[in-house]
């Protein structure tokens, strides 16, 4: 695909053809400083620093509360943290539109209410960050759990010990120490936001950002692949930028927490300054999920969202109806044929996933290699580049001998793997890097080998990463669409694709059905995958809960 920018209408190569394309005025523009439009690039930028310090801060806030706070609630609040990256991204654009478009639910009570005019301020900037930090937060909230967790209970006791007030031991000790997981978690938050192009579809208006503007140059009636390209080259830099700039804030300091000495003790709470302000925030950010998913839950239901609002549940019969046959169960319904092979595509290439991620993690904590660094910037290149391109780039790859597989199953697994991989690698390098190598050390001089220290000793204290691996990359697997919408096939059509032509041919009812169907089955596999997985038990800490239970 990067090719395709220095290649001229004749077939050669230039660079005056990159370059103009590269210094376009929409590309850097800064009308916005004096009340027009920015760039596209500039646009992205501002979208995806907003977008990575607020996921980080509020996957900060929801870990704190679960794992750091006497709030009864913990397991519904963890699982209401989860929903929305399990929902396809514009079926969240699509109930911030019922709710705050300009015939919405909320517009129109304040409208009527206080005689406020109506606008369209949802469209653009204020819509597009809401709706990626709600998807996005997850992210956060998955990587920092583990984190936050990890951090040994024995130091924050021995601050105590030393007469600093729980704030200080906050401020001093935890926080730093979780530092690993702040930084991972504004990455991967950064990243997300770049690539996103579904959420600047549905509410984008006249922002308009790279990831959007490469999906119209491909598939627009422009197709235009040299554009795509240097977009695509933009997007990158801005994306290995924010890479490098987590190292060089992360440094070289050491991190580690746990290691194979005595006991690990007992969390403190936070200190109250902290703990009002953080569960006021997260029961404001909790309660307002609430509302959007409800309403996602409401436009399944109605007959036509917006203009009927007569209750039905057609929606559902007319996706997933099923009788019962002297042969067996006769599967009418006409949603059916995406959801096996999504659900079977998904169970193959999630545990996959999280077997390449964590090992890539392993070898990039604990080995010592040439060009390691050169291969921990190559794990982060597929997650940087928009879906779309690696939609395209894979048709280009496959669809020619000697590896043919455009059109079959395997490019679907193959390109899950590969793009969702990057989260396993992070969640493992955060959790790991808390780790002692002195554990492995000792395992390795009592006789294992590698394979059994990392199955035995490292592994077990990963659950928190195997199980951000695992959930990620099912649910990816189950809602991606840009790299999907080019790679299905009439044998393999995906859940997102079929959804999506449902809503392009206006047939909203159905389309909210089945994502909210989706939806309910992967709330179920992840609390399946969370019993399997297990927690990471150390020292006092699950002893005393077990008591308190």
């Known amino acids: 695909m990067l090719t395709a920018a220095f290649i001229t209408d004749g077939g050669g190569y230039s660079l005056s053809v990159f370059a103009s394309k590269f210094f376009d005025d929409r590309l850097w523009g800064l009308g916005c400083l004096s009340g027009g439009r920015c760039g596209v690039a500039w646009n992205s930028l501002f979208l995806a620093v907003l977008v990575g310090l607020i996921t980080t801060t509020l996957g900060l806030i929801f870990a704190l509360v679960v794992t750091r706070s006497g709030f009864r609630y913990k397991r519904a609040l963890r699982a209401l943290t989860v929903l929305p990256i399990i929902t396809p991204p514009f079926v969240i654009g699509l109930a911030l539109i019922l709710l705050f478009g300009l015939s919405g639910a909320v517009t129109t ?6 005689g406020i005019q109506p606008t369209r301020w949802l469209y653009g900037l204020p819509g597009v960050l809401i709706a990626q930090i709600l998807a996005f937060t997850p992210i956060a909230f998955l990587v920092l759990i583990g984190v936050v967790e990890g951090v040994s209970p024995s130091m924050e006791e021995a601050a105590q010990t030393l007469r600093a007030t729980k704030w200080q031991v906050f401020k001093t000790v935890s926080l730093p120490l979780m530092r690993p997981g702040l930084a991972n978690a504004f990455l991967l938050g950064f990243i997300e936001s770049m690539a996103d192009f579904g959420n600047p579809l549905v509410l984008g208006g006249n922002f308009d950002v790279l990831s959007t503007e490469i999906f119209f140059a491909i598939v627009g009636a422009q197709y235009d692949q040299g554009k795509a390209a240097v977009l695509a ?30 006991d690990s003790g007992m969390h403190p709470h936070m200190p109250r300054a902290l703990s009002i302000p953080v569960l006021a925030l997260a029961m404001i950010w909790a309660a307002f999920t609430m509302v959007v998913y409800a309403m996602i839950f409401y436009g399944s239901v109605v007959e036509l969202w917006g203009v009927n609002n007569s209750l039905t549940f057609k929606h559902y019969f007319t996706a997933f109806s099923f009788s019962f046959e002297e042969s067996g169960i006769r599967w009418s319904g006409a949603a059916w044929d995406s959801f096996w092979t999504t659900l ?11 077997i390449v991620g964590l090992i890539t993690a392993y070898l990039l904590t604990r080995q010592t290699f040439a060009g390691k660094n050169a291969f921990e910037f190559g794990t982060m290149l597929s997650f940087a580049i928009p879906g779309t391109v690696i939609g395209v780039s894979y048709i280009l790859a496959f669809n020619v001998p000697p590896i043919e597989i455009t059109g079959t199953g395997i490019i679907l697994v193959v390109s899950f793997i590969f793009r969702n991989m990057p989260v396993g690698v992070r969640a493992g390098i955060a959790s790991m890097s808390q780790l002692d190598k002195s554990l492995d050390e000792s395992s390795l001089t009592l006789g294992a080998n590698s394979w059994q220290t990392f199955r035995r000793i490292i592994l077990p204290l990963l659950r928190p990463a195997i199980l951000a691996a695992l959930v990620y990359s099912f649910v990816r697997a189950m809602t991606a669409i840009s790299a999907v919408i080019f790679l299905v ?15 392009e041919n206006n047939d909203y009812g159905l389309a909210i059905a089945y994502s909210t169907t989706l939806i309910f089955v992967m709330l179920a596999v992840v609390g399946a995958m969370q019993l399997v997985v297990g927690k990471t038990e150390i020292g006092r800490r699950m002893s005393q809960s077990r008591t308190n239970v």
């Open 489 to 503: 096939s009439a044998e393999y059509d995906m859940a997102t694709s079929y959804i999506i032509g449902r809503v």
């Open 109 to 114: 009570f304040f409208s009527d209410a206080f």
């Open 344 to 354: 079977k595509i998904a169970g193959i290439a999630a545990p996959l996933t999280a």
């Open 233 to 262: 080259m933009v997007l990158l830099c801005f994306t290995l930028g924010a890479f490098y700039a987590q190292r060089f804030w992360l440094g070289k300091k050491s991190y580690t927490t746990v290691s194979g000495k005595g």
